[in-house]
């Protein structure tokens, strides 16, 4: 099993809706939860993290963590065509980083 | 937040040479990571190169294949050595700028491809 376990996609929505994105994971002791995203061909740029459970809005962005289902999600509203990308969400446990393997978006106009 | 730079962005290598990759970074960190990218899947942990000490590497992933310095705290290298196309890939360096957040920022990869 995975410790981290995402989606592949692709997920395709039309420009304006909520888009969700999740990933579960097994390790119990990961306490610093992470949303990158990948445009092509670039690095991964982080989005947002949070600690512990709870949820952290920036903007359209939410990321959300449940420990308690081991569970972390990332909404997304009014989505528009330039948050087509992959999104890799990722865990931090003793300065080890776990990351899942990412979802692609497409967001259509 | 941390801007890293990766040189050659993007090269194409012939089997059985080595190719380095340099990373920098525009302010001092302790820790820097060494990352491979595989098409479609997420990335994999090739080593941790901290300033002053021998890189620690992932299993899987040894030394002489993947000799890595850290000769400061902005710049490090990683060398792909005897390359064989199975090494084609996307090579990323990311720092964990060691703030209370325990976060990660990548650079902007390079892409290498070995015919």
């Known amino acids: 099993q995975k410790e981290v376990e995402q989606d592949p996609g692709p997920l395709s929505v039309p420009e304006g809706a909520i888009v969700s994105l999740n990933c579960t994971y097994s390790n119990s002791a990961f306490q610093y939860f992470m949303w990158y995203r990948q445009y092509s061909r670039k690095g991964p740029e982080l989005l947002m993290y949070?600690?512990?459970?709870g949820n952290k809005e920036d903007g359209r962005f939410t990321a959300q963590v449940d420990k308690s289902s081991k569970y972390i999600s990332l909404f997304i509203r009014d989505s528009q065509p330039s948050d087509s990308a992959t999104y890799l969400c990722a865990m931090e446990d003793f300065n080890k980083f776990y990351f899942g393997s990412g979802t692609k978006l497409n967001v259509k106009p | 937040s941390a801007v890293i730079s990766q040189k050659p962005s993007r090269d194409i290598c012939q089997r059985g040479t080595s190719l380095t990759i340099q990373c920098q970074v525009d302010?001092?960190?302790?820790?820097m990571f060494w990352y491979r990218q595989q098409p479609g899947q997420s990335l994999t942990l090739i080593a941790t190169a901290n300033q002053g000490s021998e890189a620690t590497y992932e299993s899987g992933f040894v030394i002489d294949k993947f000799p890595i310095s850290r000769p400061n705290l902005t710049f490090s290298t990683l060398t792909v050595s005897n390359m064989s196309p199975e090494d084609s890939s996307i090579y990323l360096c990311s720092v964990d700028m060691g703030l209370a957040s325990d976060t990660q920022y990548f650079g902007p990869g390079t892409r290498l491809t070995v015919l």
């Open positions: 302010s001092q960190v302790t820790m």
């Open positions: 949070t600690y512990s459970s």
